[in-house]
Nanobody
Framework: QVQLVESGGGLVQAGGSLRLSCAAS????????MGWFRQAPGNPGKEREF???????????TYADSVKGRFTISRDNAKNTVYLQMNSLKPEDTAVYYC????????????????WGQGTQVTVSS
């Protein structure tokens, strides 16, 4: 199993930047595929929206069209940490951002990930 803890969220003006971190604990945490998802306020029943994903070795990354060119996912397996660098933020990026992990599955479908963090709030003001 793996435990995930997100950090780095906050309030930022449109056009600004934030870097989210996801610290993974567990003996084999570095061997998990990782993803970032988000859920906008006022839509608790809506499924979590895919943002970005990275393979366990870091060699393969995938992004949602809405964040391509603005967000970058990366990982440091020596620190068991995955990052999401978010630049040129827009008000529509406002959401709770969740880190997710899975030993075998990867990609954009939230139901493929078995492990989730508690989320970190990102608010972008206009």
């Amino acid at each position: 199993q793996v435990q995930l803890v997100e950090s780095g969220g906050g309030l930022v003006q449109a056009g600004g930047s934030l870097r989210l971190s996801c610290a993974a604990s567990g003996r084999t945490a570095s061997s998990y595929n990782m993803g970032w998802f988000r859920q906008a306020p006022g839509n608790p029943g809506k499924e979590r929206e895919f943002v970005a994903a990275i393979s366990w070795g870091g060699g393969s990354t995938t992004y949602a069209d809405s964040v391509k060119g603005r967000f970058t996912i990366s990982r440091d397996n020596a620190k068991n940490t995955v990052y999401l660098q978010m630049n040129s933020l827009k008000p529509e990026d406002t959401a709770v951002y969740y880190c997710a992990a899975d030993r075998y599955s990867r990609g954009s479908a939230y139901y493929n990930y078995n492990y989730w963090g508690q989320g970190t709030q990102v608010t972008v003001s206009s």
